[in-house]
């Protein structure tokens, strides 16, 4: 009866200890996600300050004191994101690009650097093509070039556009690894999927020049990747018209995105698709 008895207090004391651990472990998730949450209303301020700036600062003079207050915000914000949730990568992404590139007050290139640095090694796909922008440009050396690349290969792991762009132009021209078109292309279809002008007309302008899809883009055989419309296998007749169609959809990309030379694309292929049609119209009328 006495061993029951103490069985008994014991599955009680267990159950009362695994719930007491559940509940902790509730309370410490509720409370991380409201910090969380909390860090990202800063950040989102912090974002339209800096948004604001950007939409006036190229009718203005780079310290113009008038941004000082928009300029001052954004930190503000930025910092209290910090203070709220320590891990934040968005908040200390953003908070080294006012301290590198904004005349903002108080802001320090060191300061800026170590940021950019930190928010990269934390797996923020923004700083990690940052930085590895800047290391190629500020750095000729080597080992500055492999760092760079690993970044940006960080950053083309999370799908970012301009490190899929930046990748692809890698690939094309043969810097620092082996030339490959396929993979440039690859990477420039991906890019101009999520909207990037630059992948969009480079893509575009090697469609034209005869370059063959890789069969990895034209078929549905990895998740997230969905092949060129309108592309035919095997049919040599559509073929030309396959890849003209093609190389207009992404100079139409490029043309949504604002590009200027994605329309003058578009308006050269469309004159010379006039030329081509009066010229067979003309041939049939001879016959």
């Not at 009680?12 to 509940?23: G, I, P, V, W």
């Not at 600062?57 to 941004?67: A, G, K, S, V």
């Not at 209290?80 to 968005?90: G, I, K, V």
């Not at 290969?153 to 043969?174: F, K, R």
């Amino acid at each position: 009866m006495l061993r029951r008895q103490i069985l008994r207090q014991a599955s009680a004391a267990a159950a009362e200890s695994k719930l007491t651990r559940h509940l902790h472990g509730f309370d410490q998730r509720r409370g991380l996600h409201s910090r969380n949450k909390k860090a990202m209303e800063y950040v989102a301020k912090g974002w339209s300050a800096i948004k604001e700036v950007d939409r006036v600062i190229d009718y203005c003079e780079l310290n113009d004191r008038r941004l000082i207050p928009l300029l001052r915000g954004a930190k503000e914000n930025f910092e209290l994101a910090l203070e709220a949730d320590n891990l934040n990568t968005h908040a200390r992404y953003w908070l080294s690009k006012l301290h590198l590139k904004y005349h903002v007050p108080g802001a320090c290139k060191a300061i800026g650097a170590a940021l950019l640095v930190e928010a990269a090694d934390m797996g923020n796909a923004d700083a990690q093509y940052e930085l590895g922008c800047r290391l190629r440009v500020e750095n000729d050396h080597v080992q500055s070039d492999q760092q760079a690349f690993h970044y940006i290969e960080n950053a083309v792991d999370q799908l970012h556009p301009g490190a899929l762009y930046l990748l692809g132009i890698v690939y094309m021209t043969g810097d620092c690894v082996k030339q490959d078109i396929d993979s440039a292309i690859w990477c420039f279809h991906r890019a101009s999927e999520k909207g990037h002008a630059g992948a969009a007309i480079a893509y575009g302008s090697l469609l034209l020049r005869g370059v063959q899809v890789p069969e990895s883009l034209t078929k549905l055989n990895t998740v997230g990747v969905s092949p060129p419309k309108r592309i035919r296998k095997n049919d040599p007749e559509n073929q030309e018209t396959n890849t003209l169609e093609m190389a207009k959809e992404q100079f139409q990309i490029a043309a949504r995105a604002g590009c200027d030379l994605g329309l003058k694309w578009l308006q050269r292929l469309e004159q010379e698709e006039k030329l081509l049609m009066t010229e067979e119209n003309n041939e049939c009328a001879y016959v």
